[in-house]
T-cell receptor, first 115, second 113 residues
Framework: DSGVTQTPKHLITATGQRVTLRCSPR?????VYWYQQSLDQGLQFLIQ???????AKGNILERFSAQQFPDLHSELNLSSLELGDSALYFC??????????????FGSGTRLTVV | DAKTTQPNSMESNEEEPVHLPCNHS???????IHWYRQLPSQGPEYVIH???SNVNNRMASLAIAEDRKSSTLILHRATLRDAAVYYC??????????????FGQGTRLTINP
């Protein structure tokens, strides 16, 4: 157990639907990152939050959105789902807010299958 | 973001040392060099990081070239559990909010029994 909890582990849904993926960061970590991993694209950075505020955006589609709540857990919302959105979605957390370097901790991911 | 070049794949034998190279010739002076690995069906896992000096921890050693344009991750005695994709990631240090990790294609390491 890495300390980063992602739910659900697996999700199967139909095209056009909307889903929410949840991430609880490791205790004490303020930054949360979302990544998408598909077979042909590798690990792609989507978005980062730090202490409730959006800090960086990567290749995140407009159909996707995220937020980080006061208790620091984060949710990634995927809407109008397409077959190509099928992928593994990882959440990571880090301490952030300090000059010292730390490793980032990843969750075990949510496998999304769009049919 | 600094670009990295790693071999697509490498193969080694169990209980032998493994040296995984990474070129990062565009690295800036304030970028740390992080290494992560991803075992099959798992999320990435932090291995080690360094700035200028060589670093050791319980998982591996990191040797950084004097000009910092390359580094080598060293697994001293590979086991079957070390079979994974290894990513070398230059990462800037910023004060607030931390810096995202940008993953390249990595090196797929195969360990033969």
């Amino acid at each position: 157990d890495s300390g980063v909890t992602q739910t659900p582990k697996h999700l199967i849904t139909a095209t056009g639907q909307r889903v929410t993926l949840r991430c609880s960061p490791r205790s004490g970590d303020l930054s949360v990152y979302w990544y998408q991993q598909s077979l042909d694209q590798g690990l792609q950075f989507l978005i980062q939050y730090y202490n409730g505020e959006e800090r960086a955006k990567g290749n995140i589609l407009e159909r996707f959105s995220a937020q980080q709540f006061p208790d620091l857990h984060s949710e990634l919302n995927l809407s109008s789902l397409e077959l190509g959105d099928s992928a593994l979605y990882f959440c990571a957390s880090s301490v952030g807010g300090a000059k010292r370097q730390y490793g980032y901790t990843f969750g075990s991911g949510t496998r999304l299958t769009v049919v | 973001d600094a670009k990295t070049t790693q071999p697509n794949s490498m193969e080694s034998n169990e209980e032998e040392p493994v040296h995984l190279p990474c070129n990062h010739s565009t690295i800036s002076g304030t970028d740390y060099i992080h290494w992560y690995r991803q075992l099959p069906s798992q999320g990435p896992e932090y291995v080690i990081h360094g700035l200028t000096s060589n670093v050791n921890n319980r998982m591996a050693s990191l040797a950084i070239a004097e000009d910092r344009k390359s580094s080598t991750l060293i697994l001293h005695r590979a086991t079957l559990r070390d079979a994974a994709v290894y990513y070398c990631i230059p990462k800037r240090c910023i004060i607030q909010g931390a810096q995202k990790l940008v993953f390249g294609q990595g090196t797929r390491l195969t360990i033969n029994p």
